[in-house]
């Protein structure tokens, strides 16, 4: 028999609810993976990854069409009373995000002299999906003073529901921001320290790196997430 649960949100305990509920809250994450919920047999608090019953539902793939039968049913009617009859086909294999080779960013990078990184946003931003919770509607905000920025793309990659159904991102991206925005400052400003110049170069050598891992991090999280969705395109 399927277990019940209960959980805390805000610091308020609900529930009792199903498996599927647990494992929706924490695709839309609003739950954690390491957070406790409380069984209803046992009225024990145990951890959500450590649940195989939860973790199925997780993992499973994504069995629901983009738009339900209903709806489907009433375009392909308008579709007809205007006169375009023809089969259609309720299938989006377009890449969610940008598509690139993650093991060439760092090498772009070099060449463009650090350039290529702000070209890295610029593509993950127009290509990104629209729809966004509060959270980075305000991000997106203040995402016109460039430090935001990292927050802004992060954010709305690992919070992508397609992405979360087929896996979620193994750091978090507040860090990965904050690692971007250290390295470029850091690696920007060497050559301004009172310091050897052989020493700053090896220090703007160390943050560039430090810098160009997050965005690997994030490039080879969407190219694994839209391979697993069959959302496939050819790596510039």
């Known amino acids: 028999m399927k277990e019940s649960w209960f959980y805390t949100s805000d610091g308020i305990s609900k529930?009792?609810?199903?498996?599927?509920?647990?494992?929706?809250?924490?695709?839309?994450?609003?739950?954690?993976?390491?957070?406790?919920?409380?069984a209803l047999s046992t009225g024990l608090w145990v951890t959500i990854i450590d649940q195989k019953e939860i973790q199925e539902i997780i993992n499973r793939p994504m069995a629901k069409?983009?738009?339900?039968?209903?709806?489907?049913?009433?375009l392909k009617t308008y579709l007809d009373e205007e006169g375009l009859r023809q089969e259609l086909e309720f299938v989006d294999l377009k890449p969610i995000f940008?598509?690139?080779?993650?093991?060439?960013?760092?090498?772009?990078?070099?060449?463009?002299?650090?350039?290529?990184?702000?070209?890295?946003?610029l593509r993950q931003w127009l290509a990104r999906p629209r729809g966004y919770t509060k959270k980075n509607d305000l991000l997106s905000g203040l995402s016109i003073m460039i430090l935001f920025f990292p927050f802004t793309i992060f954010f709305s990659i690992e919070s992508e529901p397609h992405f979360r159904k087929i896996l979620l991102l193994p750091h978090r991206p507040t860090l990965l921001a904050v690692i971007w925005i250290i390295g470029e400052l850091i690696g920007m400003?060497?050559?301004?320290f009172p310091i050897a110049r052989w020493i700053a170069a090896l220090?703007?050598?160390?943050?560039?790196?430090?810098?160009?891992?997050?965005?690997?991090?994030?490039?080879?999280?969407?190219?694994?997430?839209?391979?697993?969705?069959?959302r496939r395109k050819q790596a510039s």
């Open 15 to 38: 529930g009792p609810v199903n498996s599927d509920k647990i494992a929706d809250l924490v695709l839309k994450g609003l739950l954690k993976k390491s957070d406790k919920v409380q």
């Open 65 to 74: 069409p983009l738009i339900n039968e209903r709806a489907a049913v009433k």
């Open 98 to 121: 940008w598509v690139t080779n993650w093991k060439l960013i760092p090498l772009w990078g070099v060449l463009s002299l650090g350039v290529y990184q702000l070209y890295w946003f």
């Open 189 to 192: 400003n060497a050559f301004q």
């Open 203 to 230: 220090l703007s050598l160390l943050f560039f790196v430090m810098s160009v891992w997050p965005l690997m991090v994030m490039q080879r999280y969407i190219n694994e997430c839209n391979e697993a969705l069959g």
